[in-house]
């Protein structure tokens, strides 16, 4: 929907709704917010009754009429100093309310927002930005729940317009009707204000994911930049969505400094023409002077209100545009469906079976047609082929990262997609070539998302080859890793994914190129230390190395998205020539980098 398709009533309908679904939320803080503008509204009035008061008891009979003034200053002053702890212990509660209804709030979002990610389909990430990701699980919540800070006080606000148009009511009908004439006029410059930053308070989150999103590609291709020595380039591409945003937002300062200019110079003509308007009503006897004091008190502090009132409508327009974006996030139905079947406890591997699989990605494009399978429990398989032949794609749909269009994956006859949320990994562990690693130990590494104690984790990494080069680190199983692992080498990072595999003594264990970074002499000794654990997994291995190959029970022979042939290694050389070819290559291939 366009800026020119939303009218001012849906955005104001629309933003108000957001607003009320947070207060909803979260309405205790909500409640004593409103409780604290209440209170600070009546001490507002209050106030201003006070010092009418004042001025007709006291400093009209003693200034006008000479009038001595003992036994009437300490009164005054202590009803002044009632009325300011009154309004200070009302703006403490609303402040302290208002902040955590606002910050809880977000925390909530934030949270909801990432748990409704994390259930889409991975086909649904390929489609879009990281960085726009980020900035709207920052930046956009953050902005669409702005509107919390100062709603309490808007409402309070709101009382405080309606409580002094009552008592200016009370003192004088037509003064009354003049105030709420002026102050009707300068709600409407505020909806309209509203109204015309909407746009450009949207424009302005589209540019912050623009910025977002170059910036985490700069950083996450900083070695391709660099290598390319493209870091100018980079700098300029950067530079110019930055000046971009900039500018935008410089224009929405300079709009918001227009109207509060111009309400700022309506409330000052205002309390003038009230002023005047005054005057002439005490010369005609219909009110005192004390009563035009007290109403030109009231307008002098409406001053603050009116201005809060303005910035919520200015607050639901930004907010309305940040939540746009965070809603879009939530209207996306490419959700992963689950069933309710738990993992069952067994000791033996796991009996993989495909039943006339076929999938392709969003290109259309069939890149598995038609596959059966079938691989008995405790058996080693290695998955070879030639490039683009769909191997990472059938390990993929093995551990359930896609679904199949056509067909079903199989564990012990058990559909994948019939296992709730979370209970296929206490089946299945997924290692691939890209091994990524958290900002954390190599213990938490390991241990990720697992209770498992130390003794746990020292004998999956001993398995996984990775426990020799991990009591070398500066504080062996406590060494802090940095983001993404950086502090090691690829092959060690390897061998830390794979452990943090093995911890979880998966029934099937599917890796995909999963130590194409290891020596090979090591990646053998880690296959056979596989085999000959007890660890309860049948285990599918994408393998490129003659020496993995070799070391499989058997192979599934794959290409074009079918599978050609499945049997032993030695079958398969001996009966498929195409088969033999591929071997042949990789071992050619694994010679020459050797030789270099």
């Known amino acids: 929907m366009t800026t020119e398709q939303t009218s001012l009533g849906s955005m104001l309908r629309e933003g108000s709704a957001i607003a009320v679904r947070f207060a909803q939320a979260r309405t205790a803080s909500f409640v004593l917010a409103v409780i604290g503008a209440a209170l600070f509204v009546s001490a507002i009035v209050a106030s201003a009754i006070v010092i009418g008061n004042v001025t007709d008891s006291l400093i009209v ?149 623009d910025v977002s999103s170059i910036a985490h590609e700069s950083f996450d291709g900083a070695l391709t930049i660099k290598a390319l020595g493209r870091i100018d380039l980079e700098k300029d591409r950067f530079e110019q969505a930055s000046q971009r945003l900039r500018d935008r937002l410089i224009g929405v300062l300079q709009m918001m400094a227009t109207y509060r200019v111009g309400v700022e110079g309506l409330l000052s003509a205002i309390t003038v023409i009230m002023l005047v308007a005054g005057a002439a009503r005490v010369s005609d006897g219909a009110v005192t002077p ?47 469906p689950y069933g309710d079947a738990q993992p069952e406890p067994d000791e033996s591997g796991a009996l993989v079976s495909g039943d006339a699989v076929s999938f392709s990605y969003d290109d259309g494009e069939t890149v598995i047609a038609d596959l059966n399978l079938a691989i008995q429990p405790g058996r080693v398989v290695a998955v070879v082929g030639p490039t683009a032949s769909g191997k990472s794609t059938l390990t993929a749909l093995m551990a359930r990262l896609w679904d199949p269009q056509v067909g079903a994956i199989t564990i012990d006859g058990r559909d994948l997609r019939s296992f709730a949320r979370s209970a296929l990994p206490g089946e299945v562990a997924f290692v691939s070539q890209e091994s990524f690693l958290f900002d954390d130990t190599v213990t938490g590494n390991i241990a990720f998302g697992v209770m498992a104690d130390d003794e746990d984790v020292k004998t999956a990494a001993q398995l996984a080859g990775a426990h020799e080069f991990i009591l070398e680190l500066p504080e062996g ?64 291995i994408v393998a490129y190395r003659t020496s993995s190959i070799t070391l499989a029970d058997e192979v599934v022979f794959i290409d074009e998205g079918k599978i050609v042939a499945h049997g032993t290694h030695r079958d398969l050389s001996r009966d498929v020539p195409g088969y033999a070819r591929i071997v042949e290559a990789y071992a050619d291939d694994a010679e020459e980098r050797r030789g270099s």
């Open 61 to 209: 009979p003693v200034l006008d009429q000479g009038e001595p003034h003992e036994g009437l200053l300490w009164p005054a002053m202590w009803a002044v100093f009632a009325v300011a702890l009154w309004k200070a212990l009302a703006v403490i509660l609303r402040r302290t309310a208002a902040s955590f209804l606002q910050f809880r709030v977000q925390a909530d979002a934030r949270h909801d927002l990432i748990d409704h990610l994390l259930k889409l389909e991975l086909s649904w990430y390929q489609r879009q930005s990281t960085g726009t990701l980020l900035a709207t699980s920052d930046t956009d919540v953050r902005q669409g729940t702005f509107i919390l800070a100062p709603l309490p006080y808007g409402i309070g606000s709101s009382l405080l317009l309606v409580g002094t148009v009552v008592l200016i009511l009370l003192i004088d009908p037509w003064l009354a009707l003049l105030a709420f004439a002026c102050l009707g006029a300068i709600v409407a410059v505020n909806m309209n204000g509203a109204w015309k930053m909407f746009g450009a308070f949207r424009e302005v989150q589209t540019l912050r994911g």
């Open 477 to 540: 199983y406590g060494t802090t890793l940095g983001e993404r692992g950086t502090s090691l080498s690829g092959g060690q990072r390897q061998r830390i994914a794979l452990a943090r595999a093995l911890v979880r003594k998966p029934r099937l264990l599917i890796l995909d190129d999963a130590t194409s970074a290891v020596d090979p002499s090591v990646e053998a000794r880690i296959l056979e230390r596989l085999r000959e654990s007890e660890t309860p997994s049948t285990i599918v």
């Open 290 to 336: 004390g009563d035009v004091v007290t109403i030109a008190y009231l307008l002098s502090l409406l001053f603050i209100p009116i201005r809060i009132i303005g910035f919520v409508l200015w607050s639901i327009a930004s907010s309305r545009a940040g939540w746009e974006r965070v809603q879009s996030v939530y209207d996306v139905t490419d959700l992963v």
